[in-house]
Nanobody
Framework: EVQLVESGGGLVQSGGSLRLSCEAS????????IGWFRQAPGKEREGVSC????????RYADSVKGRFTMSSDKAKNTVYLQMNTLKPDDTAVYYC????????????????WGKGTLVTVSS
């Protein structure tokens, strides 16, 4: 059974940092496209970052480029999202998601989703 469990959310002041973790089970993180998404109150869910399973490349939303870094640890079967220089606009529930599709990319219809972890950035 595929499971994704996020952790690391919390309350942080503007300009601060947090590291989110997503522990995967039931599959190997290198074999699936895996990404971070977020949904702010009253807004649609948006993609934040993605590691492609086809070429291992990492992509970021323009809003987080240069501030967020996504990485994976195959030995721990865990992916991370290091978030620096946080802004109030980054406040959202952050979800980890994985997809087994042959294209190896992230998209809104990912196969598996975690339950999310709340990040709140105070001004």
């Amino acid at each position: 059974e595929v499971q994704l469990v996020e952790s690391g959310g919390g309350l942080v002041q503007s300009g601060g940092s947090l590291r989110l973790s997503c522990e995967a089970s039931g599959f190997t993180v290198d074999d699936y496209a895996i990404g971070w998404f977020r949904q702010a109150p009253g807004k649609e869910r948006e993609g934040v970052s993605c590691i492609s399973s086809s070429d291992g490349s990492t992509r970021y939303a323009d809003s987080v480029k240069g501030r967020f870094t996504m990485s994976s640890d195959k030995a721990k079967n865990t992916v991370y999202l290091q978030m620096n220089t946080l802004k109030p606009d980054d406040t959202a529930v952050y979800y980890c998601a994985a997809d087994a599709g042959i294209l190896g990319v992230c998209w809104d219809g990912m196969d598996y989703w975690g339950k999310g972890t709340l990040v709140t950035v105070s001004s």
